[in-house]
């Protein structure tokens, strides 16, 4: 039974990436440790979500929703909450407003915009505390690494955590192995916060490369773009209008050939990818295991991966989890 404690075991490694928000998900990522019996915990990068849903209160007891293309009317707090619950769980960030203050909002794109980061923010500094009260008492290490969706501003609130550390740009010691991490990726059609052109996205890893200080087979490449036409990387195809082209349900490779370009140079024992929900698989190139869990995160599913280190030069027990 692969959850089996093994004596050659150095280690056991839990990676899941792209929650987008998904509250449920982030519970569920938090008690990955003790159901998996893990002993790391690895976030990838896009934890934060994508859009506020209002919820308008019309009057004293009714409010209207819509949300993902359904009308919803409600007419208790309790159902408010209830919804609101929903709706987390999902990725997205609900609010209550009046009528009024939704239509002022609309019309003022700033106001939208500071009333989007402070409810992404809060949403954050709330599971940093929940891991704080779920994992201190666990003895494993957590790391979270934010991705190209992510905003910079949620790195420092990360590096608060007591029981979370910040990921990014850093080598960092994992029972005799090295991790380097980095949610930067190749350039998107939607201009995201953390991209850059392939040489810089090179230049950036090799600086990583650069420190590390065990052999190939003792490194973890923890990289939020898959690389280039692995297989782990095929998205479907996006027009000039940025929808999807849903004829003949084409895909095409969207990775990146600087992460590509360090895996084939460097032949880690393993490199952990997301950034692309459907790529969700694993792959060799070289002697590099390449693994991309995938993300279902708007249904609620944790997709994940179960690695089991033992010191030797080559991965043999590793599993893609969904729960």
């Not at 929650?19 to 990068?45: E, M, P, T």
């Not at 994992?174 to 949610?183: C, D, E, K, P």
């Not at 939607?190 to 490194?219: F, K, S």
């Not at 690389?227 to 940025?242: C, K, Q, T, V, W």
């Amino acid at each position: 039974m692969f959850f089996k404690k093994s004596s050659k075991r150095v280690f056991r490694l839990f990676f899941a990436t792209d929650i987008h928000g998904s509250d449920v998900c982030w519970r569920k990522f938090l008690n990955a440790a003790h159901h998996y019996q893990a002993d790391v915990l690895v976030l990838g990068g896009d934890l934060t979500g994508k859009a506020i849903v209002p919820i308008v209160q019309e009057e004293k007891t009714r409010w209207s929703v819509r949300f993902l293309d359904a009308d919803y009317e409600l007419h208790s707090e309790s159902e408010v909450r209830d919804l609101e619950r929903v709706i987390a769980d999902r990725g997205y960030y609900p609010v209550v407003l009046t009528r009024e203050a939704l239509e002022s909002m609309l019309n003022d794109s700033t106001s939208q915009s500071a009333l989007f980061q402070r409810l992404m923010l809060e949403r954050v500094d709330r599971w940093m505390q929940l891991a704080d009260e779920r994992l201190a008492s666990a003895g494993l290490t957590c790391y979270v690494c934010p991705g190209n969706d992510d905003p910079f501003e949620i790195d420092e609130r990360i590096a608060r955590a007591k029981t979370v550390q910040l990921a990014e740009g850093r080598v960092i010691e994992l029972f005799g192995y090295q991790m380097a991490s980095t949610g930067w990726s190749n350039r998107t059609p939607w201009h995201t916060y953390r991209e850059e052109d392939e040489d810089a996205l090179y230049g950036r890893i090799q600086l990583m490369v650069q420190q590390l200080r065990v052999p190939p087979e003792r490194v973890i490449l923890n990289l939020h773009c898959p690389p280039f036409a692995s297989g782990l990387d095929d998205a479907p195809e996006i027009g000039e209008d940025l929808r999807v082209r849903y004829a003949g349900r084409a895909t095409r490779p969207v990775g990146s050939r600087a992460v590509r370009r360090v895996i084939e140079e460097l032949q880690p024992i393993v490199s952990l990818h997301g950034h692309i929900h459907e790529g969700r698989g694993t792959t060799r190139i070289g002697r590099t295991l390449c693994i991309n869990p995938g993300s279902s995160y708007e249904q609620g599913q944790l997709l994940g991966a179960v690695i089991d280190f033992d010191g030797s030069s080559r991965l043999s027990r590793y599993l893609l989890t969904v729960g």
